[in-house]
């Protein structure tokens, strides 16, 4: 019996910065984000969009567009950063949104005895929410699970993570039927506990807050969206994590540069070019090449073999990233979905073929495990029309950018929007307060 992907949707953020207009006004060269590290287009949410409508707007389309039942669906477990609740999860969010919808065709509460959680780790919950899925279906063939990735991806304004911020979510179907890819039940893993990027419940001291009134405690907590982070220190734990678990992979295989078998390699993405730019630590061990001295590492990088092997093995998963940014947990689901879909708009045959994927989520941790295209990939991928889909966003300007940053704006951009929309937050009532209420808009 195999086990794997049976069907895969996605959600992108209706809204785009074209990143040369922040280059532009944060001082950038253009060149640096859109040749050095991959950058084109921002994907941002308009003011009713968050990561549970991201994550029912994938949910939804799922269920659509592969005639499932969703009352044949166990569990749905969504891998998040952005969740918007310390306790409620933003599953039960997405899932109450979406058996709002399907009431008509399947009656009340569809999803009543569906499995619903959050698992959250960083960029690497939805890889976690896979394995355990995965697991799951295993030991009840029988059954079917959902695996949702859902983020926001926000940073500071003018901070260096500014430029590779993004969003959106991908809804994976898994079973005993994979018809996308079927998934090997051998997982190389590599943990360290590290600060190299985190949101904790911050503290604040009273002087910092500007208009803070004196019945304001000295010191309070606040939770934010936006992480704390040492950009060139994640880097440096991405890469130690991949090598580890990548190694530990092996050990598990008893394979010899299992690379060399995989058709793509397929990364969490915080930015179109990451994989590209720190493999060359895995590649220079597996081909006996010296990688000690900055000198080296960049001839390894430029060398003509080097270029050869991202060209033919990661660059189709870089494209929809270089158009969206990060989508943090969604990263590696969408590179995937990146490059199937190139190779399906190519008329490529992949059946058959080994993919390799590459986890990472800081704090820190990595999975390495393969997977092999499935006969039927293409009656999968056929729904998706991602690149076209990218083109129907909306272009929005550097001053709308900034004030939907900031939370100024009241009503959306898109004000005729369609789909799932976040419509109020209750503010005034003791025992509601900050509970969020949506609606669809069909
Ligand atoms: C969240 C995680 O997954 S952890 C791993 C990633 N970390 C993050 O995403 C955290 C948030 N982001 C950040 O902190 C930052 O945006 C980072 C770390 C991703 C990037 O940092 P920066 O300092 O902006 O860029 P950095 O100096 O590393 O790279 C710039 C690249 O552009 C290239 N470049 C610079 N100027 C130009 C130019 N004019 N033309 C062409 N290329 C250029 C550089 O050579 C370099 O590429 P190379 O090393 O491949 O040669």
Redesign the pocket.
């Known amino acids: 019996m195999t086990f794997g992907i049976e069907a895969a949707s996605y959600y992108v953020p209706s809204l785009y910065l074209e990143i040369k207009n922040l280059a532009e006004k944060r001082g950038i ?9 991959g950058l084109h287009k921002m994907g941002f949410p308009d003011v009713h969009e968050d990561a549970a409508t991201f994550a029912a707007e994938a949910l939804l389309k799922l269920i659509q567009d592969y005639n499932i039942n969703p009352k044949e669906i166990s569990r749905i477990y969504l891998g998040t950063e952005s969740a918007l609740d310390a306790a409620k999860p933003t599953a039960s969010y997405a899932m109450q949104m979406v058996e709002k919808v399907l009431e008509k065709e399947f009656g009340d509460r569809v999803f009543r005895n569906c499995d619903v959680v959050d698992m959250t780790f ?2 690497i919950g939805a890889v976690d929410a896979l394995h355990n899925s995965l697991d799951f279906v295993r030991a009840n063939p029988d059954k079917k699970a959902v695996v949702i990735a859902s983020d926001y991806a926000k ?1 500071e304004l003018a ?6 911020q993004g969003g959106g979510a991908v809804a994976v179907l898994i079973s005993s039927k994979p018809d996308l890819i079927e998934i090997e039940n051998k997982w190389g893993i590599a943990t360290e506990s590290v600060f ?2 985190f949101k904790p419940r911050r503290h604040f001291k009273k002087e910092d807050l500007t208009n803070a009134p004196e019945s304001f405690p000295q010191k309070i907590e606040i939770f934010t969206d936006e ?1 704390v ?4 220190y ?2 440096q ?2 890469q130690d994590r991949i090598r580890e678990a990548y190694n530990h992979y092996k050990e598990i295989t008893g394979l010899n540069k299992p690379y060399e078998n995989w058709k793509y390699l397929i990364f ?1 993405l ?2 179109a ?2 994989g590209k ?1 720190v493999f060359t630590e895995i590649y220079s061990l597996e081909n006996g090449l010296s990688y000690e001295t900055p000198e080296e590492q ?1 001839a390894v ?1 430029k060398s003509e073999e080097y270029l050869q092997f991202i060209n033919d093995k990661i660059e189709k998963s870089q494209r929809a990233s270089s158009e969206i940014g ?1 989508m ?1 947990t969604a ?1 590696i689901f969408m590179a995937l979905l990146s490059a199937l879909q190139t190779s399906f708009n190519e008329n490529e045959e992949l059946a058959g073929q080994q993919i390799g994927f590459l986890g ?3 704090g820190s941790k990595s999975k390495v495990f393969a997977g092999k295209v499935s006969e039927n990939w293409k009656k999968v991928a056929e729904k998706w029309n991602l690149f076209e889909s990218l083109k129907n966003r909306t272009a929005i300007d550097f001053e709308t950018y900034e004030k939907l940053h900031r939370k100024q704006l009241q009503n959306s951009i898109n004000e005729n929007y369609k789909g799932f929309g976040l419509t109020s937050v209750e503010l005034e009532n003791p025992v509601l307060k900050g509970a969020r209420y949506y609606d669809y808009q069909g």
């Open positions: 060269e253009p060149a640096k984000l859109e040749k050095g590290l960083a960029c940073y901070s260096s993570g500014e430029y590779t190299d990027f992480p982070f040492d950009g060139q994640s880097n734990c991405y969490h915080p930015y070019f990451h730019r960049k990088a990060n943090y990263s990472y989520g800081s």
